[in-house]
């Protein structure tokens, strides 16, 4: 059985509409499909599906979808040649980061921002 390749991430959010203007002001992917309550986005071979969070009960039964602002609890990372850089055109977009960019012991160079429903995305570039 091969599970390993990632085809689509969905990140349920609260408010669609400011979901989608994020998403396309930040990353400005190729739309694959939308309807009123659903985004999918295409981000070279993986595709982002930003889900209305009151669509999510259904996908996760039983489990239980987490409240806003319960805190982090994914993390996306998009690697980068110049993370300072992307840096500066985020915060020229408005982004405000939630940390970095900084140096870690792991050999990477990061920085992380939020989307409008909190899930963390993060930019990392490999030292050398």
Avoid at 39 to 67: C, H, R, W, Y
């Amino acid at each position: 059985m091969l599970l390993d390749r990632i085809e689509v991430v969905t990140l349920f959010v609260d408010d669609i509409d400011e979901a989608k203007a994020f998403y396309q002001k930040v990353f400005a992917p190729e739309i694959v499909y939308e309807d009123a309550v659903s985004s999918v986005l295409k981000f070279s071979g993986t595709m982002i599906n930003l889900l209305k969070v009151t669509e999510a009960p259904q996908l996760v039964d039983p489990s239980a979808v987490a409240a806003p602002g319960s805190g982090a609890r994914v993390l996306l990372t998009i690697k980068v040649d110049a993370v300072d850089a992307v840096c500066a055109e985020l915060r020229k977009l408005g982004i405000t980061l939630l940390n970095g960019p900084i140096d870690r012991p792991w050999g990477r160079r990061t920085a992380a921002f939020a989307d409008p429903s909190g899930h963390v995305w993060e930019v990392a570039q490999e030292l050398r």
